[in-house]
């Protein structure tokens, strides 16, 4: 009798890589090499999948679905090319409405639940979408316990149909040479003063106008990097004008994967004041990079980042003026978060991440 035939909703993948797009790409790349516990497993796109996303001798099936809309690409033209598979593996909140077999979901947070106001009004539409993937879903996959158990409570789930499986940082964020960051600090006209480091996507929940404002307040040299895509617009430039940083502001936009371990490498203290989160992803890469992480004790982040970060309580610009002023001041200090952070992170490795996801999933196709 042959094994079970395993579908995946690799859209993401065809756009900028970031968030879910690298989480998945890591997982195929593990999975190319594994000993996999299906007959088949097929990869449905939208369009061609980059040369890069895929490694050489992989034993996936590629099928390209065209469709006239990217946007409602996964409502209409997924389900419809997914429907002989056994089990539909959807990496990022949301399945097909209408698909009548069995899937699997993996919701990275509950954040549109938990913290509603985060979003705009169109993107509060998509929770009805979000609400009913995870309800219909046999199994749902979370990146920490923390979102496990958010997503148990705000959607009514059974948790033993939940698995909670973190995330990994890839080994190139561990050995970025100095050469390396070097080129990237003249890239982005850093030139040699110390960095601050924010990468991620500029979201209200991450206190970015607080963060400003405590750089701004350090009296210090140290430049303050945004890295991410400013998809709602935020006006960081403005406030940094306010509040008098002149030019040791940086607001970079995306940065492309390539550059991101020398740009971690660069920094001398990374800094992730959010709100929520279902894994964070970024205070594992800082770390696995050897730069000292402030960060907030809510939600993943405190799981993640153990006793390897300074934890504040809040995003407000006192505490992280002051967690700024003590770690910029005190070399020893970073030293010593440097050496928690690298033993932290080693923890956390794509090969165990995949290794798990693929017998959840196996699991839930039987």
Request: hydrophobic share 45%; charged share 25%.
């Amino acid at each position: 009798m042959p094994g079970p035939h395993l579908g995946v909703d690799t859209q993401r993948l065809v756009g900028s890589r970031a968030g879910v797009a690298r989480y998945l790409a890591s997982l195929l790349r593990e999975w190319a090499g594994a000993d996999l516990p299906f007959e088949r497993v097929t990869l449905f796109a939208p369009r061609p999948l980059p040369a890069d996303v895929l490694p050489q001798g992989h034993r996936f099936e590629v099928r390209v679905v065209p469709g006239r809309s990217h946007r409602l690409w996964g409502q209409w033209e997924l389900p419809r090319a997914a429907g002989g598979v056994d089990l539909l593996f959807c990496p990022a909140y949301v399945a097909p409405l209408r698909y009548p077999g069995r899937y699997a979901v993996v919701m990275h947070d509950a954040l549109q639940e938990v913290l509603p106001a985060a979003f705009s009004h169109r993107q509060r539409l998509r929770r009805h979408l979000y609400r009913h993937s995870a309800r219909g879903a046999v199994r749902v996959l979370a990146p920490s316990e923390a979102s496990k158990r958010d997503l148990v409570r705000v959607y009514g789930l059974d948790p033993g149909r939940v698995d909670a499986i973190p995330l990994g940082v890839d080994d190139r964020f561990r050995s970025a040479p100095e050469e390396e960051a070097r080129r990237v600090r003249e890239a982005y006209g850093l030139c040699k003063r110390p960095v601050i480091l924010f990468v991620g996507k500029l979201s209200r929940r991450r206190n970015l106008p607080n963060l400003v404002r405590a750089v701004a307040s350090l009296r210090t040299e140290h430049v303050l990097v945004l890295a991410g895509e400013n998809y709602l617009g935020f006006e960081l430039a403005q406030v940094g004008r306010d509040a008098g940083i002149g030019d040791r502001l940086r607001v970079l936009g995306f940065v492309p994967d390539a550059n991101l371990p020398a740009l971690y490498r660069a920094a001398e203290i990374f800094v992730y004041p959010s709100d929520y989160e279902g894994f964070g992803i970024p205070v594992l890469e800082a770390m696995a990079a050897g730069t000292p992480v402030v960060t907030l004790d809510n939600s993943a982040l405190g799981e993640v980042a153990g006793d390897a970060a300074v934890l504040l309580r809040s995003g407000s610009v006192d505490e992280l003026a002051g967690a700024l002023a003590r770690l910029g001041a005190d070399p020893g200090l970073r030293a010593e978060y440097t050496v928690r952070g690298r033993a932290r992170s080693a923890r956390f490795t794509w090969a165990e991440t995949a290794r798990r996801t693929l017998e959840s999933l196996r699991e839930a196709a039987a």
